[in-house]
């Protein structure tokens, strides 16, 4: 019998084709949709509305009319902590719900849906985070300096009307990292989902509401790039944008918001390497490289290690690992719980990922492994094998590319300079490993990689922590305070030193 996951649908629970703008659910105004078809079966699963200019303007100016009418930016701390801290209790309360959406949305499985950095759990916690950001949002008082007759204070207010746009391999991360901290600071949000995870982010946004967000404060507008990405990023009463994708989107967004100044912040991919040394435990090196690449998203992920450097002494051991972890993964139905990885979201990005593979092939890296597609039930979905390319040259497509699907690649190394030089040699800074037991050696590397986050014998994303790259993987970073900040502007207020205040 061939693979389904209608079974697993309750439509009658979902937002079927509906937006949100000012506290309504409401149909888009063309009445056009977009059908999802899940990756893992092909089956046409869920329709959604697509909102065009008009739509995208009704939004924006609902989330206008709640930032500069409306009691958001200048409700009590205290009130504004609470709310945010009841979305988070509700996110953890409804976590097998949302686990299932997303399963329904990207094929993820819920195996992988109770690891920390892909849970519910790790977005319940960013909003927790950031509500205790919102009673600390101070500023400095300040001096006269150099015989001036003015104190200064400086004041940190909420940036304005956001739009936030999300990718949809991390739902539930994305939606925590851009909606938590843009809420505690006080601004108002419009926010697109990727059309390819729909189900879990409406199911959210309820949840938002049922927390006791005001009417206007988060719309959502859904549909693809063209129009309503388009619409909304070029908006001119949009303030900022946050966006999580692909590199080419983010350089659109860049020049989209030279018109009127919005703030922009990017996180644009990456081909982040993993340096492994003689000295470090290299099977387990080789297992947690294969493991970022192949378990959960099949590599669908920006910060995947998978530009493996690996010293000559260490080599053969580490494609060892590789290998074995490549052939321990399973595919199959997301609500299986044998079931660990998940296929490519559409049918472009399988193509684009045999490409790359026909591409190492052509280039001549080693083939170890995988760089095929399963068979039988399987076929129907958008699955590619677990590959191990090594003997890869740092200069290869395969080692450069942002692949994003499951194909680690092997490069050797002779020395620590040589490692960091390969290392940096990338358009991308997002993230990287470092494998060894020498700690000095560790830190030694970690301050040369030109690279946003550094993992030592391991990697993991935590909600204080900003994150974020360098060069094209972006600009700005979210989580911690620093995202926080990223929502506000800065004022500064000159008060003239009179007698009194002497």
């Not at 590397?445 to 990697?459: D, E, L, M, P, S």
Request: proline share 5%; aromatic share 6%.
């Amino acid at each position: 019998m061939a693979l389904t996951v209608r079974q697993h649908l309750d439509a009658a629970a979902l937002k079927d084709g509906l937006l949100l703008v000012d506290g309504q659910w409401r149909q888009a105004r063309a009445g056009r949709t977009w059908t999802h078809h899940h990756p893992a079966t092909g089956e046409a699963i869920g329709d959604f509305a697509v909102a065009d200019a008009d739509d995208v303007d009704d939004a924006v100016r609902a989330a206008r009319r709640a930032f500069d009418e409306g009691p958001w930016p200048t409700i009590r701390a205290g009130e504004r902590v609470r709310l945010l801290r009841r979305c988070a209790g509700l996110l953890r309360e409804n976590a097998d719900d949302l686990r299932a959406r997303q399963a329904l949305d990207n094929s993820v499985p819920l195996s992988f849906g109770t690891v920390y950095a892909g849970s519910v759990d790790v977005a319940a916690d960013v909003f927790d985070h950031h509500a205790g950001w919102i009673d600390k949002a101070g500023g400095d008082t300040l001096p006269p300096y150099q015989g001036g007759d003015h104190l200064a204070m400086t004041f940190r207010e909420p940036v304005g009307v956001v739009a936030a746009v999300l990718p949809w391999n991390a739902p539930f991360l994305l939606f925590a990292q851009k909606l938590a901290p843009a809420l505690a600071a006080g601004c108002t949000v419009v926010l697109k989902p990727s059309e390819y995870a729909t189900f879990s982010v409406l199911r959210m946004v309820e949840l938002l509401l049922e927390a006791g967000i005001p009417d206007g404060v988060v719309n959502v507008v859904t549909g693809p790039g063209d129009p309503t990405g388009e619409a909304l990023i070029t908006h001119p009463q949009v303030d900022k944008v946050s966006f999580t994708g692909s590199r080419e989107v983010g350089r659109r967004i860049v020049e989209a918001s030279a018109g009127t100044m919005k703030r922009v912040s990017l996180e644009l991919g990456g081909k982040s390497p993993a340096i492994v040394f003689p000295d470090a435990d290299v099977g387990l090196a080789g297992m947690t490289a294969m493991g970022m690449v192949t378990l959960g998203l099949s590599g669908q992920a920006c910060v995947a290690h998978t530009r493996a450097l690996v010293h000559r002494d260490a080599y053969d051991e580490f494609v060892g690992a590789a290998e074995l972890i490549a052939g321990s993964v399973t595919y199959g139905d997301p609500f299986d719980p044998g079931v660990l990885s998940s296929p490519l979201i559409n049918q472009r990005q399988l193509d684009r990922v045999l490409g790359f593979i026909d591409k190492g092939r052509e280039e001549g890296a080693r083939l170890v492994t995988g760089g095929g597609r399963p068979d039988g039930d399987l076929s129907a979905g958008h699955f590619v094998q677990p590959t191990v390319f090594a003997d890869v040259d740092n200069a290869m497509t395969v080692a450069q590319q942002e692949i994003f699907g499951p194909v680690l690649t092997v490069v050797p190394f002779t020395d620590e300079d040589e490692a960091v030089r390969m290392a940096n040699d990338s358009e991308y800074g997002l993230g990287a490993g470092v494998y060894t037991s020498d700690v000095r050696r560790a830190f030694r590397v970690a301050k040369r990689i030109r690279t946003g986050t550094v993992g030592i014998n391991g990697f993991q994303v935590e909600p204080h922590l900003p994150f974020g790259g360098y060069k094209q993987s972006g600009l700005g970073r979210e989580g911690g305070r620093s995202a926080f900040e990223a929502y506000t502007e800065l004022k500064t207020v000159l008060l003239p030193l009179t007698d009194e205040l002497m």
